[in-house]
């Protein structure tokens, strides 16, 4: 019988030079991807803290009462907010009114409905036109999109809606106006929401679907009572996502809005958002307090897409 | 039994299903079938209107001087070049070698907070990040690198990094996480240390889905505006290549040119938009297309 103990240890220890590069590289790697990492994290520390750091004077002339004040005046340094938070709820909200059906249409149509065959092709024009630059689709929305709707859709939509404030005939017939901007920015959050509420619809198993089906649901039915309830936490978190896009928006929304406070009760009429006031006067600002407004403004931004941002994580945890 | 013949039709409540499940898959068609005409209609025009004005000349002339006709928009072309290649140079090693620290190295909650803040960090409007780029590059001179207190491509393509260094890095620990745990294991046996494992085994593994990353990520960046808009804005007419100077680009060229109250600036943005679109639909259907097979490749030998 042969005892563990007789058997001659095996050779354990590698050459020494071996030992020592491992100990080295591996320390290196560490160290370099640790330093990358942390690079990362300070990226969004001093954006953050050069954004607080930025709108500090007008924090202190103006405190959190900048949010319900509607003046922008740089000649008198009178500044207030409101209407341009406004502006960006507006816009963003009614483009997630209007995108969200689409989308989750879109979703239905790839996942459940098309045949196979138009499948492929639709899905790919889709997710290819989330990619398409925001200046892109704002050179559209101001030479396409912006003329189509200020000369036959508002024109129709205020002779049948029109006893709505928010619909009411605009003065001039304007072409850059709030709602030339919510289709926009709609065109723009779409493509995004329904890419991803398509993966979600294919991802639900089919044997729930098969279930359904076999008990004498109707296809409308299954998706009503199987499909949307179970993927309804990720079709709010690709809701937000769009929203997350639409709300910070620059480029597009002042190509196309008229870029005009104070804000008008109809969508038919020019207006602003925080964003593209940003994009509009930072570069022209006549003073350093117009200057620390406008990062102000973007303060207001950050604090909203953050929230929407961290909303969305929610959600997703919350139904996953 | 006196049951009359059976009928196979619907009636009643029965019918009344079939006909509302009829009408929301017509509602479901049609409003595809809008959604996707109207995105399909924003590309055609592009691309027809584009086609248009596009020449030679555009491609490799310097704009004209005032009141003249003519010119191009060469020097936007050559700046976006450069603005992208730095921004690419900057963003891929820390975005990379952030992923690796997160999927390779780090314990888990460090990688959730890393995970979580890049996360914010894409969603930060990309205004904001101009904001941001011209209060640390441009309004203050930058004793480290020399350049400060003007525009310049180096501080716009600060900016367009900050915007792919998420993009990147997040897209790299998707396909970290693709390859196969057996593979490092494999290694580690065989008594391979860590960080030849991760050189030689992980990173080949993952490469090509680290290029499809970066490649998106390029695409992105080579169509955003809003970080350049006060970082590298100033431009003059000729073709640049100095990272001190502040260059010209092809964005913003069809953001000013749109608003410009001569026609032929809106048709050079039509020409420029062609340009960009055709540019940023080619990479990111390529790099989807190499995205589905390193998927594929991985997939398959898990």
New interface residues.
């Given amino acids: 019988m042969l005892g563990a103990m007789d058997v001659p240890a095996p050779e354990l220890t590698l050459p020494r030079t071996r030992r020592l590069l491992d100990r080295a590289g591996d320390r290196a790697l560490a160290g370099l991807t640790a330093v990358a990492a942390l690079l990362s994290l300070l990226v969004v520390a001093a954006i953050v803290w050069r954004v607080v750091s930025g709108a500090w004077p007008a924090l202190r002339a103006f405190h959190l009462a900048f949010l319900w004040h509607s003046a922008w005046n740089p000649v008198t340094s009178q500044f207030g907010a409101r209407d341009l938070v406004i502006g960006t709820l507006v816009t963003s909200f009614g483009a997630l009114i209007l995108a969200t059906p689409l989308s989750i249409a879109i979703g239905l149509f790839l996942s459940e409905l098309a045949p196979p065959a138009i499948r492929g092709p639709i899905g790919t024009l889709v997710e290819m036109l989330a990619a398409v630059p925001s200046v892109v689709v704002g050179l559209w929305g101001i030479y396409v999109l912006a003329p189509f709707d200020a000369h036959h859709l508002q024109p129709f939509l205020s002779s049948v809606l029109g006893w709505v404030p928010l619909f009411a005939h605009g003065g001039d017939q304007a072409e850059s106006t709030v709602f030339s901007a919510i289709l926009v920015l709609t065109i723009m959050t779409v493509p995004i929401t329904s890419s991803v509420c398509r993966e979600l619809f294919a991802g639900v198993p089919h044997e729930l679907q098969e279930g359904a089906i076999a008990l004498g649901a109707t296809r409308w039915e299954t998706v009503r009572t199987i499909v949307l309830p179970s993927v309804r936490g990720g079709v709010v978190a690709a809701v937000i996502l769009g929203l997350g896009r639409a709300l910070g928006e620059a480029i597009a929304v002042t190509q196309v809005i008229g870029n005009f406070t104070p804000l008008k009760l109809s969508l038919f009429e020019p207006g602003d958002t925080l964003a593209s006031r940003i994009a509009n006067q930072y570069a022209g600002a006549v003073s350093d307090l117009q200057v620390s407004a406008l990062i102000y403004l973007g303060l207001i931004l950050l604090a909203i897409t953050f929230v929407s941002n961290l909303a969305a994580r929610r959600v997703v945890r919350r139904f996953a | 039994m006196t049951a009359g013949p059976l009928s196979l039709r619907a009636t009643g409540r029965g019918r009344r299903?079939?006909v509302?499940?009829r009408l929301?898959?017509a509602?479901?068609?049609a409003?595809?079938a809008?959604?996707?005409a109207?995105?399909?209609?924003?590309?055609w025009?592009?691309l027809r209107?584009g086609a248009g004005a596009l020449s030679v000349d555009l491609l490799t002339k310097p704009p004209a001087p005032f009141g003249q006709t003519g010119g191009g928009i060469a020097p936007a072309l050559a700046g976006s070049l450069l603005l992208v290649g730095l921004a690419a140079a900057m963003a891929v090693?820390?975005?990379?070698?952030?992923a690796?620290?997160?999927s390779?190295?780090?314990s888990r909650r460090?990688g959730e907070?890393?995970r979580?803040?890049?996360?914010?960090?894409n969603?930060?409007?990309?205004?904001?990040?101009?904001?941001?780029v011209?209060?640390?590059m441009v309004e203050v001179p930058l004793p480290l690198v020399g350049w400060g207190h003007h525009q310049s491509a180096l501080a716009g393509a600060f900016g367009l990094a900050?915007i792919m260094?998420?993009l990147v890095?997040r897209s790299t620990m998707e396909v970290l996480a693709l390859v196969p745990r057996e593979q490092r294991e494999a290694s580690y046996a065989l008594?391979v240390?860590?960080?030849?494992t991760?050189?030689r085994v992980v990173l080949p593994a993952a490469l090509g889905g680290i290029l499809t990353g970066t490649t998106?990520a390029v695409?992105?960046a080579?169509?955003?505006?809003?970080p350049l808009?006060?970082t590298c804005?100033l431009s003059g007419s000729f073709v640049d290549w100095n990272p001190a100077h502040s260059v010209a680009s092809v964005?913003l060229t069809?953001?000013t040119y749109?608003?410009a109250p001569d026609p032929q600036s809106?048709e050079q943005?039509?020409a420029a938009?062609f340009v960009?679109?055709a540019f940023?639909?080619v990479t990111?259907?390529t790099a989807?297309v190499l995205l589905d097979r390193s998927r594929r490749k991985l997939g398959g030998s898990r």
């Fill in positions: 299903r079939l509302v499940n929301a898959e509602a479901a068609v409003a595809a809008v959604a996707v109207i995105l399909g209609l924003l590309v025009s592009v209107r090693p820390v975005g990379v070698l952030t690796i620290h997160v390779e190295l780090a460090l907070q890393v979580l803040w890049l996360d914010v960090l969603g930060f409007p990309s205004i904001v990040i101009g904001i941001f011209f209060a640390l900050v260094l998420p890095a008594g240390s860590r960080w030849q991760v050189l998106l695409a992105r080579a169509g955003e505006t809003a808009l006060f804005a964005p069809i953001f749109s608003e809106h943005a039509w938009a960009l679109i940023v639909l990111s259907l989807r």
